[in-house]
């Protein structure tokens, strides 16, 4: 069982849908939780993080971290074409490496 | 992608040949990372560096070797290359490690490599 299992999709919403993006982990040590935003051909880039447990909101992204399911999810509201891009979470423990999920690839449709 | 640059960023090589990546950071970051990206894989943690000529393995190390002489710059060698490391290669760099804190890694661009 890998450490981080994330659903590839691809997932094709239309434009101004909730999207909810999920990973479960097994590494119950983990306590930074990361979601990076790939568009193609692109490096990844850092959209937000969380510390342990716990709701964090920036604009139209949600950030959701249930430690005691070992789940964590990213919200995104009203959905914009824009958006259409691979998320990514990663989470970390101690002085170690990130570890990533395989990425989920969306697509907001106008 | 906060300075940071990857050279060539396309090349196309023969199996057996030796291959150079190089990157570059101007953030002056003591951390960075050489990751690949394939297909249904995502990425994988190839070499990291933790300070001038300070490196360690990642999950995926085999076959590769890093250098790290100067802080702004950190090499990914593959000394004889293989069809199974056609791959999107993307450097990153990064403050501090992780030791328990949020680790900000900004990424580079890639460099797509095809081994025929």
């Known amino acids: 069982q890998k450490e981080v299992e994330q659903d590839p999709g691809p997932l094709s919403v239309p434009e101004g849908a909730i999207v909810s993006l999920n990973c479960t982990y097994s590494?119950?040590?983990?306590?930074?939780f990361m979601w990076y935003r790939q568009y193609s051909r692109k490096g990844p880039e850092l959209l937000m993080y969380?510390?342990?447990?716990g709701n964090k909101e920036d604009g139209r992204f949600t950030a959701q971290v249930d430690k005691s399911s070992k789940y964590i999810s990213l919200f995104i509201r009203d959905s914009q074409p824009s958006d259409s891009a691979t998320y990514l979470c990663?989470?970390?423990?101690?002085?170690?490496?990130?570890?990533f999920g395989k990425g989920t690839r969306l697509s907001v449709i106008a | 992608d906060a300075g940071i640059t990857q050279s060539p960023r396309h090349k196309v090589t023969e199996t057996g040949t030796p291959v150079t990546l190089r990157c570059h950071q101007t953030?002056?970051?003591?951390?960075m990372y050489w990751y690949r990206q394939d297909p249904g894989h995502g990425l994988r943690l190839i070499h990291y560096?933790?300070?001038?000529?300070?490196?360690d393995k990642g999950e995926v190390s085999d076959g590769y070797s890093v250098s790290r002489s100067k802080t702004e710059d950190f090499l990914l060698t593959l000394e004889s290359a293989t069809s199974s490391q056609t791959s999107v290669y993307f450097c990153?760099?990064?403050?501090?490690?992780?030791?328990?804190?949020?680790?900000?890694?900004?990424f580079g661009p890639g460099t797509r490599l095809t081994v025929l």
């Open positions: 990153a760099s990064s403050l501090q490690g992780t030791s328990g804190r949020v680790n900000t890694q900004y």
């Open positions: 590494n119950s040590a983990f306590q930074y």
């Open positions: 969380t510390y342990s447990s």
């Open positions: 990663a989470m970390v423990s101690g002085n170690t490496p990130l570890v």
């Open positions: 953030e002056n970051h003591r951390y």
């Open positions: 560096s933790y300070g001038v000529k300070d490196t």
